[in-house]
C-alpha cells in the first residue's frame, strides 16, 4: 500500500507566479489536510478536506490561498501570486474515517519545498 | 485549545533508553494523547497514542500518568535514527486537525 505521494517534491517559483501542490492520500482514505511549515518553526495546520468538501479552512490564509480535493484525483493546494514568505514545505496528510468521533491517525507526505525567489 | 509542554532537546546515548517527558494539566476526559516525531527533511510520522491506560507498539511505550495530567514517550533503546523532533498533542474528540507545538528535538550520541 503507497503512502500518501506529494508532488512536486521541490518547486521553484518567482514573485507573482503560481503554485500548484498536488496530493495524493493513501488507498481508501477520504480525508486531506494541509499543513505549512516555516524554515525553523512548528507545522502550522491550513485546510481540512473531503472529497469535493471543504470542512475546516480557519488555517488557511484569506486570500490567494486555495485548495480543493476533486472526486477523481489529487488534492490540490493552489497559491496565486507567490511572495517570498510563502517559502515553507508544505505536507500533506490523510487519514481513513474510523470510528465515530475518534481522532484518526493521520498519514504524512514527504512534503513539497517551495522556494520563492 | 488543549495544550502540552515539552522539553525545548534532549541527549541520549545510543543503544539506552530515552524517557521524553509531555505536560497537559488541561487535558480533558475525551482528549486522546498522541506522538508523532519528524526526522530531518521528512514528513511528521505517526508513533503511539493511548486514552487513559499505557500503551505499547513495535516502536515505542507510551506512559499516562493516573491523573492524564502528564506522560511519557519511551524509546527502549535509542539508535542514531530515532534522532529527530517528538511532537506531544492532545487530540480533541470529535476535531480532526493536529495542533502542533514546538516538541522535543532529540539528540542521539553515538
Known amino acids: 500500500n503507497a503512502g500518501v505521494m506529494q508532488n512536486p517534491r521541490h518547486l521553484v517559483r518567482r514573485r507573482g507566479q503560481e503554485a500548484r501542490l498536488r496530493c495524493s492520500p493513501m488507498k481508501g482514505h477520504s480525508h486531506v489536510y494541509w499543513y505549512r511549515q516555516l524554515p525553523e518553526e512548528g507545522l502550522k495546520f491550513m485546510v481540512y478536506?473531503?472529497?469535493?468538501?471543504?470542512?475546516?479552512e480557519s488555517g488557511m490564509p484569506k486570500e490567494r490561498f486555495s485548495a480543493e480535493f476533486p472526486k477523481e484525483g489529487p488534492s490540490i493546494l493552489r497559491i496565486q501570486q507567490v511572495v517570498r514568505g510563502d517559502s515553507a514545505a508544505y505536507f500533506c496528510?490523510?487519514?481513513?474515517?474510523?470510528?465515530?468521533?475518534?481522532?484518526?491517525?493521520?498519514?504524512f507526505g514527504p512534503g513539497t519545498r517551495l522556494t520563492v525567489l | 485549545d488543549a495544550k502540552t509542554t515539552q522539553p525545548n532537546s534532549m541527549e541520549s546515548n545510543e543503544e539506552e533508553p530515552v524517557h521524553l517527558p509531555c505536560n497537559h494539566s488541561?487535558?480533558?476526559?475525551?482528549?486522546?494523547i498522541h506522538w508523532y516525531r519528524q526526522l530531518p527533511s521528512q514528513g511528521p510520522e505517526y508513533v503511539i497514542h493511548?486514552?487513559?491506560s499505557n500503551v505499547n507498539n513495535r516502536m515505542a511505550s507510551l506512559a499516562i500518568a493516573e491523573d492524564r495530567k502528564s506522560s511519557t514517550l519511551i524509546l527502549h533503546r535509542a539508535t542514531l535514527r530515532d534522532a529527530a523532533v517528538y511532537y506531544c498533542i492532545l487530540r480533541v474528540n470529535r476535531d480532526d486537525k493536529i495542533i502542533f507545538g514546538k516538541g522535543t528535538r532529540l539528540h542521539i550520541l553515538p
Open positions: 496528510a490523510s487519514s481513513p474515517r474510523g470510528l465515530a468521533g475518534v481522532a484518526d491517525t493521520q498519514y
Open positions: 488541561t487535558i480533558s476526559g475525551t482528549d486522546y
Open positions: 493511548g486514552l487513559t
Open positions: 478536506l473531503q472529497k469535493e468538501n471543504i470542512i475546516d
